[in-house]
C-alpha cells in the first residue's frame, strides 16, 4: 500500500523536473472535479464561452492561478448523450437508417470534444476563444489526419507488430506534431496552457475523424471502445506534446532549436512511447493495460497543468518575461 505513493511521488517529481521545478505534484482529482457535482447556471456556462474575445481576454493580473476546477465539460458531455440516445432510438426502434451517419458521427464526438472543453476550462489565461478552439479542433484535426496519411506513403504496414506500432506512434504523434506547431505559431501561443488546449484541440480532431471511420469499417461497437479509449489517447497525447512545444518556445518565435530541446523532446518522446504502448500487442489484458496508459496520460497532464499554473505566478513575480 505504501510503495505505490512513493512510486507516483517520484513519477510526479521526476515529471516535473523537466519542467524546471524539482518537487512532486500532488494528484487530487477529487479536488480537481468536485465543480461538477454542483449546480451551475446557463449564465455561468456562457460565461466561460465568450472569454477569448478581444474584449473579454484577462490582463495576466486577473488571470486565476488557483488549482483548476472544470466541470463544464460534464454539461457538454451530457449533451451528446442526450443526442446520441435520441438517434440511437430512432435508428433501432423506429429503423430509422438516415439516423445511422448521425449517430456515428455524434458518437466519434462525444468524448474528444467533451475532453477538449476542459482543457478549454483549464486555459485559465481565457486567451483563445471557443470560436477558434472549434476552427482548430476541425480543420486541425482533418489536417493531422491527411499529414498523417502522407507519411504513412513512406512506410508498409502490414500487421501490428512491437515495430509497426512504434512506426504507427512515430507518424501519427508526428502528424499531429506537424499541425500543432502550425497554430502555435499562427495564435502566437506562449503560454503552457495554451499549448495545453491547442494540442488538444488536434488530437481531439484526429481521434473524432478517426473513430468514424473505424465504426465505417468495423460497425458501431467499435463507437463505445473508443470512446472509453479516447480518456486517455490521441486528446491527451496532443495536449502533452503541444504543452511541451509551448513550454520550450515561450513568448520567442517557434524555430527549429525549440524541438531539439531536451524538454520538449522528454514529453513528445512520453506521447509517443504511450501510443507505442498502446498499440503494440503485449501479453496483457487489453483493459488492464489501457487503464494502466490512460492513467499515466493523466498524470502527466496533471504535471503540465501545474506546471502552466506555476508559470502564471512566476509572469506575475517578474521571473519570466
Do not use: C
Amino acid at each position: 500500500m505504501s510503495s505505490s505513493p512513493n512510486l507516483l511521488d517520484s513519477a510526479t517529481a521526476q515529471l516535473n523536473s523537466w519542467t524546471g521545478q524539482r518537487r512532486k505534484v500532488p494528484i487530487q482529482l477529487g479536488s480537481m472535479f468536485s465543480q461538477v457535482f454542483k449546480t451551475h447556471t446557463e449564465a455561468e456556462a456562457e460565461t466561460l464561452f465568450i472569454g477569448g474575445t478581444e474584449k473579454t481576454t484577462p490582463t495576466l493580473a486577473t488571470v486565476s492561478d488557483s488549482p483548476v476546477q472544470p466541470w463544464l465539460f460534464t454539461r457538454v458531455l451530457t449533451v451528446f448523450g442526450l443526442t446520441i440516445a435520441i438517434l440511437a432510438g430512432s435508428l433501432f426502434i423506429f429503423n430509422g437508417e438516415k439516423m445511422y451517419n448521425g449517430l456515428i458521427f455524434m458518437s466519434a464526438l462525444a468524448v474528444p470534444f467533451s475532453l477538449l472543453i476542459m482543457f478549454f476550462e483549464i486555459n485559465t489565461f481565457r486567451n483563445i476563444s471557443i470560436f477558434k478552439v472549434t476552427k482548430i479542433f476541425m480543420v486541425g484535426g482533418v489536417a493531422s489526419v491527411l499529414t498523417t496519411m502522407g507519411l504513412y506513403q513512406f512506410v508498409n504496414i502490414q500487421n501490428m507488430t512491437i515495430v509497426a506500432a512504434i512506426l504507427v506512434a512515430i507518424i501519427e504523434e508526428t502528424g499531429k506534431l506537424v499541425i500543432i506547431a502550425y497554430y502555435v505559431k499562427r495564435t502566437q501561443a506562449r503560454f503552457i496552457l495554451n499549448g495545453l488546449l491547442i494540442g488538444a484541440a488536434i488530437g481531439a480532431g484526429f481521434a473524432a475523424f478517426e473513430t468514424a471511420g473505424y465504426a465505417q469499417d468495423y460497425g458501431l461497437w467499435v463507437l463505445l471502445l473508443r470512446a472509453i479509449d479516447s480518456l486517455g489517447t490521441h486528446t491527451m497525447w496532443g495536449a502533452i506534446s503541444g504543452a511541451a512545444l509551448v513550454m520550450v518556445k515561450g513568448a520567442h518565435p517557434l524555430a527549429a532549436n525549440t524541438f531539439q530541446d531536451g524538454r520538449f523532446v522528454r514529453f513528445f518522446a512520453l506521447a509517443v512511447s504511450l501510443h507505442a504502448l498502446w498499440d503494440m500487442p503485449l501479453p496483457l489484458p487489453s483493459l488492464l493495460k489501457s487503464g494502466i496508459l490512460i492513467a499515466v496520460a493523466w498524470v502527466i497532464v496533471l504535471v503540465l497543468i501545474n506546471a502552466g499554473l506555476r508559470e502564471i505566478r512566476e509572469l506575475r513575480e517578474g521571473k519570466l518575461t
